[in-house]
C-alpha cells in the first residue's frame, strides 16, 4: 500500500467528471488499498479517487464503524435538512456552512462486485454527499453559505 499525494483546490483535475467503473481490476483493488491508507493518514472522513488525481467514481466514506467503499454510487434516498460545517482534505485549513440532507442512503458496488446499500445521518451523511459532488469536480466551496472565519475556525 502507498499513500497518495491529495490535490489541492486550483488543481484542474478536481474540477472534471469521474468515469464509472466499468470492470473490476486489480489496478482498482491497488487502488482502494492505497485510498484507505491514504484516507487513515490524513484524518479525514471521507476521500474521492479524484482527489487523488483518477477519475473514477470511487470514494471511500469512514461511517465510524468502518471504512465503506463506494464505487459508482448513487444517492437513492435523501430526507430533511442540516446545517453545518464542512472542510475537505483538498481545501486545507478552510471551513465553510452547507446545507446537506439530514439523512442519506447510497447504493454503491463494493470491491467483491456486490451492490449494497448503506446509509447514515450527521456527519456520515454530509460526507456522502460531499464525496460523491467530487466526483463532478464540485467542491463544498461552491456550495457553502459561508466561510468560517478564522476566529470561527480557532474554535472549532
Ligand atoms: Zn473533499
Given at each position: 500500500m502507498a499513500i497518495l499525494n491529495i490535490l489541492q483546490d486550483g488543481e484542474e483535475t478536481l474540477r472534471?467528471?469521474?468515469?464509472?467503473?466499468?470492470?473490476?481490476?486489480?489496478?482498482?483493488i491497488q487502488l482502494l488499498d492505497?485510498?484507505?491508507?491514504?484516507?487513515?493518514?490524513?484524518?479525514?472522513?471521507?476521500?474521492a479517487a479524484?482527489?487523488?488525481g483518477i477519475l473514477r467514481r470511487v470514494v471511500l466514506v469512514d461511517n465510524g464503524e468502518e471504512v465503506l467503499e463506494l464505487i459508482n454510487?448513487?444517492?437513492v434516498e435523501t430526507k430533511g435538512v442540516q446545517e453545518e460545517v464542512e472542510g475537505c482534505l483538498s481545501v486545507p485549513g478552510r471551513w465553510g456552512?452547507?446545507?446537506?440532507?439530514?439523512?442519506?442512503?447510497?447504493r454503491a458496488m463494493n470491491r467483491h462486485g456486490k451492490t449494497y446499500e448503506a446509509d447514515g445521518t450527521g456527519i456520515v451523511a454530509r460526507c456522502f454527499?460531499?464525496?460523491?459532488?467530487?466526483?463532478?469536480?464540485?467542491?463544498f466551496t461552491d456550495k457553502v453559505?459561508?466561510?468560517l472565519t478564522e476566529e470561527e475556525i480557532e474554535k472549532l
Open positions: 472534471k467528471t469521474s468515469r464509472p467503473v466499468e470492470k473490476l481490476s486489480p489496478r482498482l492505497d485510498m484507505q491508507e491514504t484516507l487513515k493518514q490524513s484524518g479525514g472522513v471521507g476521500l479524484p482527489q487523488v454510487p448513487q444517492i456552512i452547507t446545507h446537506r440532507p439530514a439523512y442519506v442512503k447510497v454527499c460531499h464525496e460523491l459532488d467530487h466526483l463532478d469536480g464540485v467542491l453559505l459561508r466561510m
